[in-house]
């Protein structure tokens, strides 16, 4: 398992594991000044020994694995001078060639010796099972109601950091198998990464404030942000902070350039498609979403109602609470519906579409190999031919169609327009009283296109399902 590492993964890990360490430290000493809490301060010191252990772990090991490859590199040198001249070599060619073979048994000793230093199959191969296409949707399902039911214990920065600490852990861990490398460290996929811990920082700071406010809010305080009205000039004080902020990140954009080569790739040619040929990573949501509808559906349609539906969401919404200051129990279901939409909906089909969609768009695991000749056998069926065949009725191609999709025409139209009414007399109640016939039909309406998504993924996976209502005879398929 350890001829896969190289000099410089060793060596990237130890710099990984070393910066690791030095925010666990500043982390410690936060705890220390900030906080006052001695314990969590010995806790997290000791946390960062253990990183500083890991970061030298791999930098002995690169060290070694550079002295093998040297002694192997000189050996082989002295070989090729000696058969350069073969009548001064004599025997010394023999001798030669028993260096050589000493060092490359030397070199596969020492590879062989680095195996604990990379992640085990088993854990491999469960990750893999794991992030299967109906698992991996499911647990970012689970995942999401789980940070909303606790998050006033995952706002703790604390246990934040802890989490932070392990996905760092682990996903440096992850980097000693080629096949998670080669996919993550890829020129293009690397601001992916960013947008994952990115992402996830902002919408937990987000909660953090949200809930503190909520506790603020229950003691019978004004929020943070009422409390806090305090004002600064433009200038200078707003100008030099966006100053500031200029010029770091145009450091940091032109360092970026330095150290990643642009993934420019050769000129489009229709005799020669890239396999898989990817969207940019702002679309492969829709990409996915192609998956499971037709191109009119997934490129139009959806889309369309997606703009147009986060422009009428300030029309439509009735609830003034919470303008101006981080909240969520007075706002739950606005902030539920719209990070379910944004980070289960978008942000994990895009990780999706990045790193688990392999060769003609087949669904990899992370420590996969992308095998361009791996073949899925696809057994998908209509609505109609679920509905008819059991009946025993078959329909000649090209005829009845308007009979043979009734099944699924008559379940979208129940979709679009009972399920509204059956809503504002059941559960939703209470939002069609406040909202009136007109708002509350266009929330649903909404929320029902969103959910369309989901629904029919859910619907592929477990029966097969490929089209509700299918009319090849003009082009319409849902």
């Known amino acids: 398992m350890g001829e896969n590492l190289t000099v410089s993964i060793l060596a990237g890990l130890g710099v990984f594991y ?63 001078k000696l058969e350069d001249n073969p009548p001064v070599a004599g025997d010394k060619v023999a001798d030669a060639e028993q260096e050589v073979t000493a060092a490359q048994e030397h070199l596969e000793k020492t590879q062989g010796s680095l195996w604990w230093m990379v992640m085990p199959h088993f854990v491999r191969d469960s990750i893999d099972w794991l992030m299967g ?55 293009d996929n690397v601001p992916i990464v960013l947008l994952i811990f990115t992402v996830g920082f902002f919408t937990w700071l987000a909660f953090r404030k949200g809930v503190l406010n909520d ?26 902070t966006e100053l500031i902020a200029m010029i770091v990140m145009t450091f940091v954009l032109v360092i970026w350039a330095v150290l990643l080569k642009a993934p420019l790739e050769q000129p489009a040619s229709s005799a020669k498609a890239p396999n898989p040929s990817k969207a940019p990573w702002y679309f492969l949501g829709l990409q996915e979403m192609l998956v499971y509808y037709d191109p009119w559906m997934a490129g139009v349609v959806l889309p369309t109602f997606i703009v147009v539906g986060l422009m009428a969401l300030p029309y439509i919404d009735f609830n003034q609470k919470g303008n101006g200051y981080f909240t969520f129990t007075q706002r739950k279901f606005a902030i539920t519906t719209f990070l379910f939409g944004f980070v289960v909906l978008w942000c994990t089909l895009i990780v999706l579409g990045t790193f688990l969609r392999g060769p003609n768009w ?79 039909f266009l929330l649903v309406n909404l929320l029902q296109f969103m959910a369309a998504l989901p629904i029919k993924m859910v619907l592929r996976w477990t029966i097969n399902l490929k089209y509700i209502v299918y009319i090849p005879e003009y082009f319409f398929n849902i």
């Open 215 to 240: 506790e603020r809010l229950a003691r019978g305080e004004p929020p943070a942000e009422k409390a806090e009205e305090d004002k600064v000039l433009v200038w200078p004080d707003l100008v030099y």
């Open 133 to 187: 296409p109906v698992t991996y949707f499911v647990l970012s399902v689970l995942l999401f109601v789980a940070f909303l039911w606790f998050r006033r214990y995952l706002v703790d920065p604390l246990v934040a950091w802890s989490i932070l600490a392990f996905g760092l852990f682990f996903s440096g861990w992850a980097v000693t198998d080629p096949n998670f490398r080669l996919i993550v460290t890829k020129e």
């Open 18 to 80: 070393l910066l690791v360490m030095l925010l666990n430290v500043g982390f410690a000493a936060y705890q220390h000044y900030v906080r006052k809490d001695r314990t969590q301060t010995l806790i997290w010191t000791g946390v960062s020994g253990l990183f500083l252990i890991f970061s030298i772990i791999y930098f002995v090991g690169a060290a070694r694995l550079s002295a093998a490859e040297s002694q192997l590199t000189s050996a082989e040198d002295k070989l090729n």
């Open 362 to 440: 087949n669904f990899f695991g992370p420590f996969e190999a992308w095998d361009p000749h791996k073949v899925l056998p696809l057994n998908n069926i209509n609505l109609s031919d679920y509905f008819w065949l059991t009946l025993g009725v078959v329909f000649e191609e090209g005829k009845g169609w308007y009979i043979r999709e009734l099944p699924g025409i008559v379940l979208v139209l129940a979709y679009l327009f009972l399920l509204p009414p059956l809503l504002a007399r059941t559960i939703m109640r209470p939002f069609f009283v406040k909202m009136g016939f007109i708002r509350f």
